[in-house]
């Protein structure tokens, strides 16, 4: 048992001064004010956030290296910004060999905080995205041999539900209950998402490019099909400068879909100072330098919502969708204590990862 004390705590609706008790690799409990005893092991917060650990389902790399390379140093690069739970993500932008044994790569990695696999592609739309020459007509063989590959361990599969074979796609993914099936790259109508749990980076790569209606009425596209849903859930990518996402549309989006809104990272990499933005050699918006930690911070400044309505994007919200948030995602007794220790500014002091200081 050790306790973090002193911390400004943040639960899933509350922010208040107090400190956790730490047993096992467990969260025993959680209190306002100051422990009545002490152990040599407790952490003294010195007033800064407690927050749970990040949980990113859409991230490529960190640390200069892609997961589909690297994913060792991508995961570490992540895990010390306090990400402690992640899906690596491997993109439609690789050729179907690099595809696959990037795959079987990760599904190889022993690792708790690895939570699974998350394939962006490579069946998509290529009208929308960056880097979209690898983009490939659906294939049935090539389907089930990426999935093999994963060895159950691909949780989220992103298609363009208006691409040929899509439904057949989509078929077999409803078919496998461990799969959240992902809408994304795309410019699909409402009925094209039927039976879609996820949209991939809500108002990015989404179209239509041309609303071919009268003139100056406003008509649905992809993102207000979403806007307006009562069940799904929408990845964010909120950049420091509001270039993925404006300040107005993450306002629009936490407003109609609230809780249903996941920050991802996208990332391709990782900065520690400066722009968080990426850009290919052809000049493209291409992922970012992001980590979650500052995604919240981001959604909170851009948004003007709360830490704990901040925080539960990154934490809370996905844990849900992937259905272990009865273990993990906030700060109650009996979950992992999978913890952050940092600034307003989303500078990290100290990561836990199941009860472990990193």
Sequence with gaps: MYYIKNGTIVTEKDIFRGFIGI???????VEAGEPQKTTPGDINAGGLLVTPGFIDIHCHGG????????????????RRN?????????????????????????????EGGILGINCEGPYINPQYGAETS?????????????????KGLIKIWMFSPEIDGAEELREFILSKP??????????????????????????????????????AIHENGTAEVVLASDHLYAEL?????????????LKIAYKCLGDRNILISDAVSTKENGSDLNYNEQGE??????????????????????????????????????????KTGSIEPGKRADLVIMNEEANIHLVIAGGRRL
């Excluded at 990518?237 to 549309?249: M, R, Y």
């Design 23 to 29: 047993e096992d690799g467990l969260i025993s409990f």
């Design 63 to 78: 640390g200069g290296a892609l997961f589909a390379d690297d994913p060792g140093t991508a995961y570490e690069a992540h």
């Design 82 to 110: 306090g990400t402690t739970g992640i899906l690596p993500t491997i993109g439609y932008n690789m050729t179907a060999d690099k595809f696959l044994s990037s795959i079987k790569k990760i599904a190889e990695i022993d």
């Design 134 to 150: 690898l983009a490939r007509a659906f294939s049935r063989a090539e389907m089930e041999e990426i999935y093999n590959a994963g």
């Design 178 to 215: 461990e799969i959240i099936s992902c809408a994304g790259h795309t410019e699909c109508t409402a009925v094209q998402l039927e039976g879609i749990e996820l949209i991939c980076h809500l108002f990015d790569a989404m179209g239509p490019k041309e609303r071919p209606g009268r003139k």
């Design 237 to 249: 990518i909120a950049d420091s400068k509001g270039v993925h996402v404006p300040a107005e549309l």
């Design 285 to 326: 918006l291409s992922g970012s330098l992001l980590s979650l930690n500052k995604a919240v911070r981001n959604m909170k400044k851009h948004t003007g919502i709360s830490w704990p309505e901040a925080v539960r994007l990154g934490t809370l919200n996905p844990a849900k969708l992937l259905g272990i948030d009865k």
